[in-house]
């Protein structure tokens, strides 16, 4: 069950915004609206940030949203703060394999 | 609120069994699927499998089917991932997570580090 591509790292200084992609295949990104975004610092639990593509949990920064394009997905993340330096992995709903389910392989941000 | 709590670090040699836990509260625990997700260190999320408390379905991605077993106890809201003989390559980290078409709620996290 092959992983959805991100890049390897994006960097963005305070205040700009950045976008971190997710691509995938019409059996997963672009066949379904089920995907999520999660962010994860060091040493910590990952946490949803964006689900259904681009709804936002209670409690998410506005500066975070999410959207799709054909068989790619994204994160883009405005106004850069420090705290925002984190990795950062889509999911995906998926009709490929047992498992209906799959992580992309992860984007580390790093805030200049 | 909703909570899921895993139990604590663990380390083992190689060829040694194990089952970490994750007790699911502050929510109808029988009603979502839950979960594994393995993180190596230094690399990415990997979904091992899910459960469905309410009637045990379990899915396995084909990388884990074989290699360890996830079930859940409805009646103490508390499931379970389960080896039966560790290997090195086995040390990481383990996440159990609340799904439904997203991961809303996570674990801590269990460390599990075997080493001879």
């Known amino acids: 069950q092959s992983a959805l591509t991100q890049p390897a790292s994006v960097s963005g200084s305070p205040g700009q915004s950045i976008t971190i992609s997710c691509s995938g295949t019409?059996?997963?990104?672009?066949?379904?609206?089920?995907v999520s975004w999660y962010q994860q610092h060091p040493g910590k639990a990952p946490k949803l940030l964006i689900y259904?593509?681009?709804n936002r949990p209670s409690g998410v920064s506005y500066r975070f949203s999410g959207s799709k394009s054909g068989n790619t997905a994204s994160l883009t993340i405005s106004g850069l703060q420090a705290e925002d330096e984190a990795d950062y992995y889509c999911?995906?709903?998926?009709?490929?394999?047992?498992?209906?389910?799959?992580f992309g392989g992860g984007t580390k941000l790093t805030v200049l | 609120e909703v909570q899921l709590v895993q139990s604590g670090a663990e380390v083992k040699k190689p060829g040694e069994s194990l089952q970490i836990s994750c007790q699911g509260s502050?929510?109808?625990?029988?009603?979502?699927?839950i979960g594994w997700v393995r993180q190596m260190p230094g690399r990415g999320l990997e979904w091992m499998g899910f459960?469905?408390?309410?009637?045990?379905?379990?899915r396995y991605s084909p990388s884990f089917q074989g290699q360890v077993t996830i079930s859940a106890d409805k009646s103490i809201t508390t499931a379970y991932l389960q080896w039966g003989s560790l290997k090195a390559s086995d040390t990481a980290m383990y996440y159990c997570?609340?799904?439904?078409?997203?991961?809303?709620?996570w674990g801590q996290g269990t460390l599990v580090t075997v080493s001879s």
């Open positions: 997570a609340r799904h439904d078409d997203t991961a809303d709620y």
């Open positions: 459960i469905y408390p309410g009637d045990s379905d379990t």
């Open positions: 259904e593509v681009n």
């Open positions: 999911s995906s709903f998926t009709t490929t394999g047992t498992l209906n389910w799959v």
């Open positions: 019409s059996s997963d990104v672009g066949g379904y609206n089920y």
């Open positions: 502050g929510y109808s625990f029988s009603n979502y699927w």
